[in-house]
T-cell receptor
Framework: DQQVKQNSPSLSVQEGRISILNCDYT??????FLWYKKYPAEGPTFLIS?????DKNEDGRFTVFLNKSAKHLSLHIVPSQPGDSAVYFC?????????????FGTGTKLQVIP | DGGITQSPKYLFRKEGQNVTLSCEQN?????MYWYRQDPGQGLRLIYY???????QKGDIAEGYSVSREKKESFPLTVTSAQKNPTAFYLC??????????????FGDGTRLSIL
């Protein structure tokens, strides 16, 4: 049972345009939602997160939107830059105060074309 | 500079051999994790530890073992019982308690291949 789904394995966007990466989830117990960026042969790096009590969080060029009724999460990158080309993982976990039982999506490979 | 160090970056295993992947963190995090990534798949949890001398199985623990003798270290042993060990292995850490809503930090991974 895949509780976090990224249905688009890949996405190509022109430099300067908006990139929109989507993620759907099924577990209503998730409290925190995150996006990680990963380059080949490197570990994921944290990009941006949002708690379930919010519907939007912004950090520079990156904005995450959360639609709890639709169980849908999206990451907007504006404007897209060639350095943004990477695999983006959506992740989510319920708050426990202890370890984080994080569920990851399968990733979306973003290619930003100069 | 705080972070997580994984070594080696590449590792080769012979049939019937156990190999150990190293993970060290200087972030003062209580919780540590091992994940496995296969092509086209998300990260899957192998083992996690919330505190020294305690660890729990994750979703795919069969064929793996861990230890947590020090807060900074969480080595993973891939045993000969793991029949499909070829993958990219990632170690992560996170805070607990009031810090448990902070994101996990990851190392740069170890790629394990079979000779």
């Amino acid at each position: 049972d895949q509780q976090v789904k990224q249905n688009s394995p890949s996405l190509s966007v022109q430099e300067g345009r908006i990139s929109i990466l989507n993620c759907d989830y099924t577990n209503s117990m998730f409290d925190y939602f995150l996006w990680y960026k990963k380059y080949p042969a490197e570990g994921p790096t944290f990009l941006i997160s949002i708690s379930s009590i919010k519907d939007k969080n912004e950090d520079g060029r990156f904005t995450v939107f959360l639609n709890k009724s639709a169980k849908h999460l999206s990451l907007h990158i504006v404007p897209s830059q060639p350095g943004d080309s990477a695999v983006y993982f959506c992740a989510a976990y319920p708050y426990s105060g202890g370890y984080q039982k994080v569920t990851f999506g399968t990733g979306t490979k973003l290619q930003v074309i100069p | 500079d705080g972070g997580i160090t994984q070594s080696p970056k590449y590792l080769f295993r012979k049939e019937g051999q156990n190999v150990t992947l190293s993970c060290e963190q200087n972030l003062n995090h209580d919780a540590m994790y091992w994940y496995r990534q296969d092509p086209g798949q998300g990260l899957r949890l192998i083992y996690y530890s919330q505190i020294v001398n305690d660890f729990q199985k994750g979703d795919i623990a069969e064929g793996y073992s861990v230890s947590r003798e020090k807060k900074e270290s969480f080595p993973l042993t891939v045993t000969s019982a793991q029949k499909n060990p070829t993958a990219f292995y990632l170690c992560a850490s996170s805070g607990t308690g009031v810090y448990s809503n902070q994101p996990q930090h990851f190392g740069d991974g170890t790629r394990l291949s079979i000779l």
